[in-house]
Structure formats: structure tokens, C-alpha cells
């Protein structure tokens, strides 16, 4: 009786630890969101103050990274997972690098905003706020298909990915111009195309995140699929 009472009890904390790693993923990704929304948010009123202060969310997240690559070594190493535990825990290792990357990248942008708070706007209208609207979508829906282990919903989201590159290079092509057109823009121009490509990137991201719910639900490494030009900065 008591074999059973510390078998139910360790698998009760197993399962405690597993949620407790998978709800830390999420947290991450839901501050990578909060990061990208103020970025933008401060860019659009001007807001140096702001664009610091959401600098500093980013601490959190490594914060959150250490936790979450102990917590799944001690798992593998006391636990001994197999199947699908086991593809999770290897994933989240995966997946816990992309979202510190994004908490980096967000950073990024909030530097740029910073350097342009001073600076007018540029004489033409860049859409940065779409693009950024879309990497944030791409964000969260990777991480819902994580939770959900959607395969077919991480699936969908990996055929945009090229609408967002597109778009991307649209706005490269109009800072180019506007660069050409009026070389004093230049400083404005090439911080703007900074945070397009942070966006491009980020996206890139949870591009990789959808990759890996594939993995985690069918044990498919779909990976380099996408880009066969292997781009080693993705």
C-alpha cells in the first residue's frame, strides 16, 4: 500500500514539474509580447522613459530562462522520461532559446526607439506598426499551438512566414528609397529598417517555435525546411 501511495505521489509531482516548466515557456513568450507591444507603443509617442523601463522586462525573461533549462535538466536526470515527455523536454530546451532571443531582440527595438525620440519622423509613412502587429500574432499563436499541441495550427502559421518576410522587404525597399531621395534621413532611415529586421526576426522565432510543436507532437524535425539557404542567424 504504501509502494502505491509514494508512486501516486511521484508521479503527482512529475506532473507538477512539467507544468510548472511548460507554464514558464509561456510566461516568457507572454513578456516577449508585452516587450514588442511597448516597443512599439513608445516609438509611436515618442517616449524614451517608456522604451527603458521596457528594456528592463527583459531581465525577467533570462531570469526565466535559467529556470527553465535547470528545471528540464533536473527532470531528464531524475525522471527518466520517455515518449512524448521526454520529445517535450527536449523541446522546451529548443524552444526556451528562441524566446530569450526575442526578449533580446525586443531590447533591440526598444534601443532604436530610444536613438529616434529625438529625431522627426521621417518624411514618409512606414509600416512598422503591421509588421510588428504581425510578429506579435506569430508569437502567440505559436505558443497557443504549443499549449494545445496543435500540429495543424503550427502548420498554418509556418505558410505565412514568407507574407512577413514580404513584407519586410517592402519596407526595406521604401527606407531605401527614402535614403536615396534625401541622404539626411539616413540616420532615421537605417534605425527604422533596424527595428523592421528585429520584427522580421522575432517572427523568424516563433517560426521556429511552430517547427518544434511537430516535433513535440509527431517527433518530425522539420527544421531548414524554410529557408534552404540555411540563414544561421534565425
Same mark, same amino acid.
Given at each position: 500500500?504504501?509502494? =502505491?501511495?509514494?508512486?501516486?505521489?511521484?508521479?503527482? *509531482?512529475?506532473?507538477?514539474?512539467? %507544468?510548472?516548466?511548460?507554464?514558464?515557456?509561456?510566461?516568457?513568450?507572454?513578456?516577449?509580447?508585452?516587450?514588442?507591444?511597448?516597443?512599439?507603443?513608445?516609438?509611436?509617442?515618442?517616449?524614451?522613459? %517608456?522604451?527603458?523601463?521596457?528594456?528592463?522586462?527583459?531581465?525577467?525573461?533570462?531570469?526565466?530562462?535559467? $529556470?527553465?533549462?535547470?528545471?528540464?535538466?533536473?527532470?531528464?536526470?531524475?525522471?527518466?522520461?520517455?515518449?512524448?515527455?521526454?520529445?517535450?523536454?527536449?523541446?522546451?530546451?529548443?524552444?526556451?532559446?528562441?524566446?530569450?532571443?526575442?526578449?533580446?531582440?525586443?531590447?533591440?527595438?526598444?534601443?532604436?526607439?530610444?536613438?529616434?525620440?529625438? $529625431?522627426?519622423?521621417?518624411?514618409? %509613412?512606414?509600416?512598422?506598426?503591421?509588421?510588428? $502587429?504581425?510578429?506579435?500574432?506569430?508569437? *502567440?499563436?505559436?505558443?497557443?499551438?504549443?499549449?494545445?499541441?496543435?500540429?495543424?495550427?503550427?502548420? $498554418?502559421?509556418?505558410?505565412?512566414?514568407?507574407?512577413?518576410?514580404?513584407?519586410?522587404?517592402?519596407?526595406?525597399?521604401?527606407?531605401? %528609397?527614402?535614403?536615396?531621395?534625401?541622404?539626411?534621413?539616413?540616420?532615421?532611415?537605417?534605425?527604422?529598417?533596424?527595428?523592421?529586421?528585429?520584427?522580421? =526576426?522575432?517572427?523568424? *522565432?516563433?517560426?521556429?517555435?511552430?517547427?518544434?510543436?511537430?516535433?513535440?507532437?509527431?517527433?518530425?524535425?522539420?527544421?531548414?525546411?524554410?529557408?534552404?539557404?540555411?540563414?544561421?542567424?534565425?
Amino acid at each position: 500500500m504504501s509502494g =502505491r501511495s509514494d508512486a501516486a505521489h511521484t508521479s503527482k *509531482h512529475y506532473e507538477q514539474e512539467l %507544468r510548472e516548466l511548460r507554464e514558464k515557456l509561456i510566461l516568457m513568450g507572454s513578456l516577449g509580447e508585452e516587450m514588442i507591444g511597448e516597443g512599439m507603443k513608445a516609438l509611436a509617442t515618442r517616449d524614451a522613459a %517608456r522604451a527603458r523601463a521596457t528594456i528592463d522586462v527583459d531581465r525577467r525573461i533570462d531570469r526565466l530562462e535559467c $529556470e527553465a533549462d535547470q528545471l528540464a535538466m533536473q527532470i531528464l536526470a531524475t525522471r527518466q522520461p520517455v515518449a512524448s515527455d521526454l520529445r517535450f523536454l527536449t523541446a522546451s530546451l529548443k524552444i526556451v532559446t528562441d524566446l530569450e532571443r526575442i526578449g533580446d531582440l525586443s531590447v533591440n527595438i526598444c534601443e532604436r526607439v530610444v536613438e529616434l525620440c529625438d $529625431e522627426p519622423p521621417l518624411p514618409v %509613412r512606414i509600416d512598422l506598426g503591421g509588421l510588428a $502587429e504581425e510578429a506579435v500574432s506569430a508569437l *502567440h499563436e505559436a505558443l497557443d499551438a504549443l499549449v494545445a499541441r496543435d500540429v495543424a495550427h503550427a502548420t $498554418e502559421l509556418l505558410r505565412r512566414d514568407d507574407v512577413i518576410d514580404d513584407h519586410y522587404s517592402a519596407i526595406f525597399a521604401e527606407v531605401l %528609397r527614402v535614403m536615396g531621395n534625401d541622404p539626411t534621413t539616413i540616420f532615421r532611415a537605417t534605425r527604422v529598417q533596424s527595428i523592421a529586421k528585429y520584427l522580421e =526576426r522575432i517572427a523568424d *522565432h516563433a517560426m521556429n517555435i511552430s517547427e518544434v510543436v511537430v516535433f513535440l507532437v509527431q517527433g518530425r524535425d522539420i527544421r531548414h525546411r524554410r529557408r534552404p539557404d540555411g540563414d544561421a542567424d534565425r
